[in-house]
């Protein structure tokens, strides 16, 4: 449209330069607010699943343990909640070629050296030809034996192990001392087995130690083509038969994933929301500012629109008002929250590794673009009502 | 040839709450190419009323009205906006200038609106110059100006499209004899070279300018 009408709205905000910067501070909090939760949204989402594993697909089966859902990871052992050598052999046939790894959990005191304080840890027993399928390492080798075990790399750093090290386990030592033959690689929060702080042993000597022979805590199935649904209904259609007396809990960890990550999401938008009202209270002062606009001016529109100015340019000429201001604040406040955002994420996440990303890029982008509308669409009904003065009454009121 | 406007029984009612306001009733008059006319009338009988009609500023309530041979009633507002910025020049009282732009950009502003664009300032400083503006003040703002020569720009605004019709409510109204006078020999001036000029005055002397005068009493021609 005409380059003069864009003359004259900028002239205007100049001369007003007080409050149309104090209209401008109302849309860069809005949008400070609005992007900063979301640049912090986003780098709760990105922490989350840096330290939920993601050690390939896998479904976890456990005992039923009636009504209500099943806590996550390992816990601790219950005596009358177990699976069956039964149970296992039957999820070991339904889910081939899959492969079904029982796995034996529990808390149990041990020692590192001689003197040394008492540690608590979970406890896994693993048979020895299915670790290498779930487990990495980062030092050592795999262990066959017994007398040896495998720690996470949490708990090497944490008790100053290394490989070659003993660990006592048991108070006072009561059930042995095994020889640590190699150090787990960082896994993270997993569904299946937290190895981290761990110690993985053979199922032999789990067996042994603690009287649970053919009696496990959980199943893991490694899921190799990655279809997790399928693989738990199946094993739910076998063995919970008896739809009143279920025998197992199957959790499909990629789905269990997904919910974590869609309601963190959702989080993120509702936090972002509450940015939303410092907007909306933005939203209400330039149409403030925008109605002062219009009502100081009814003697020039009036004059405008008696030489020949279309209602149209009128309703342009406010419209450009409202877009300058938005547009300025927006960018300021879309800058300002990239810093913003740093400050937060270093405050309340302790890092700030997760700011250069996609979806924070979108964040700034949709905060920005979200400022601009609101300025445009608050100045829409003052530029209306001013292209629609009736000159008349304009030029009468000298 | 079509005068430059034509009243037909004319009449403008308001309708207010307190009871209708005719503010003219049955009008009819012609105004030629290159008149100079004066409207004159007690406060309150309807000059202004008239004016605003002349000038597709308003429509009337009976009658019909035709600027250079176009009849304005059942045209759109962007019809009538177009109207007034091509063949009408509006020059008011309090003059009227738009203290944000200079006054080149006031003189240019109806050429904008009619290019669509901003235009060069050519003829900006050909107007003014026929309006004796001097050219040290045309990047002033219009504020920085005294009334006379705010008022020459806003003559100049008015003349910049080359409209049929010159409307002038109270020129002078706001001016000093001297000023004033001084302003009614411009108006003679552009008369003389063409201008139709239409004036609504209170002042017999400035109504001695003009060739006609047309009188109103109470929303009739007298
Ligand atoms: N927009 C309007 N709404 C209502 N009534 C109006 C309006 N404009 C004019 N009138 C009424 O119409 C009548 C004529 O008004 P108008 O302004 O034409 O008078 P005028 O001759 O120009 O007076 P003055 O010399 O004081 O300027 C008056 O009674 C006025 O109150
Ligand atoms: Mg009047």
């Keep these: ?398 | 040839m079509e005068p430059v406007i034509r009243f037909a029984d004319v009449s403008k009612v308001y309708p207010l709450r307190a009871g209708d306001v005719t503010a003219l009733s049955h009008v009819s008059f012609e105004v030629e190419r290159g008149e100079f006319i004066a409207i004159m009338g007690p406060s309150g009988s309807g000059k202004s009323t008239l004016l605003n009609l002349m000038g597709c500023l308003d429509t009337p309530t009976s009658g019909d009205i035709f600027i250079s041979g176009i009849r304005i009633q059942d045209m759109t507002d962007d019809e009538l906006t177009d109207l007034r910025r091509d063949r009408i020049g509006f020059i008011f009282q309090y003059f009227n200038l738009f203290p944000l732009l200079n006054i080149i950009e006031n003189v240019n502003f109806p050429q904008m609106m009619k290019a669509g664009e901003v235009v060069d300032e050519t003829k900006a400083v050909e107007v003014l110059k026929s309006v004796h503006l001097e050219e040290s003040l045309h990047t002033h703002t219009p504020l920085e100006l005294s009334g006379g020569q705010q008022q020459r720009v806003a003559i100049a605004r008015a003349l910049i499209n080359d409209p049929d019709i010159l409307l002038c409510d109270e020129p002078t109204g706001n001016l000093d004899t001297k000023t004033g006078a001084s302003i009614m020999n411009l108006m003679t001036e552009l008369n003389k070279r063409g201008s139709t000029i239409i004036i609504v005055t209170h002042d017999p002397t400035i109504a001695a300018y003009t060739q006609r005068t047309i009188r109103i009493v109470d929303g009739r021609i007298a």
């Design chain 1, 1 to 398: 449209m005409n380059a003069i009408f864009w003359e004259i709205s900028k002239r205007n905000i100049r001369l007003h330069m007080l409050r149309s910067s104090l209209a401008m501070l109302g849309i860069v909090i809005g949008v400070v607010a609005i992007v900063s939760m979301g640049i912090l949204g986003n780098g709760m989402v990105m922490l989350v699943s840096d330290s939920l594993s993601s050690v390939g697909d896998s479904v976890i089966v456990m005992p039923y343990a009636g009504g209500g859902g099943m806590g996550m990871g390992g816990g601790g052992r219950t005596a009358d909640l177990m699976l069956t050598e039964q149970n296992f052999q039957q999820i070991k046939r339904v889910v081939a070629p899959n492969l079904a790894v029982p796995v034996h959990s529990t808390s149990e005191r041990m020692n590192v050296g001689v003197n040394s304080d008492d540690i608590i840890a979970t406890v896994y027993g693993l048979p020895p030809d299915d670790v290498p399928d779930m487990l990495q390492l980062e030092a050592g080798s795999y262990n066959n034996q017994d007398s040896g075990c495998l720690v996470g790399t949490t708990f090497a750093k944490d008790h100053n192990v290394k490989v070659g090290s003993r660990i006592s386990i048991g108070s006072d030592g009561q059930y042995g001392t095994l020889r640590v033959t190699g150090i787990i690689e960082e896994r993270g929060m997993s569904f299946d087995i937290s190895t981290d702080s761990a110690v993985v042993v053979t199922d032999k000597w789990f067996e042994n130690t603690y009287d649970v022979n053919g009696q496990y805590d959980e199943v893991v199935v490694k899921v190799t083509n990655g279809d997790t649904a399928t693989v738990k209904t199946t094993i739910e259609k076998q063995l919970n038969r008896n739809i009143k007396e279920k025998t197992v809990t199957v959790i499909d960890s990629k789905a269990t994933l997904e919910t974590i990550y869609e309601t963190f999401g959702t989080i993120t938008t509702f936090v972002s929301a509450i940015g939303g009202i410092s907007m909306i209270v933005a939203g209400v002062s330039i149409f403030n500012i925008m109605m002062m606009s219009v009502n100081e001016r009814v003697k020039e529109i009036g004059i405008m629109r008696s030489i020949g100015t279309r209602k149209r340019g009128v309703m342009t000429m406010f419209i450009y008002e409202a877009g300058i201001i938005g547009v300025c604040g927006s960018i300021a406040g879309g800058v300002l929250a990239v810093l913003a955002g740093y400050g937060i994420s270093a405050l309340m996440l302790q890092t700030t590794e997760y700011l250069v990303t996609v979806s924070n890029a979108i964040t700034i982008f949709q905060g920005v673009a979200f400022g601009i509308v609101v300025c445009l669409a608050c100045g829409i009904y003052p530029a209306w009502k001013a292209a629609n003065l009736n000159p008349i009454d304009a030029i009468r009121h000298e």
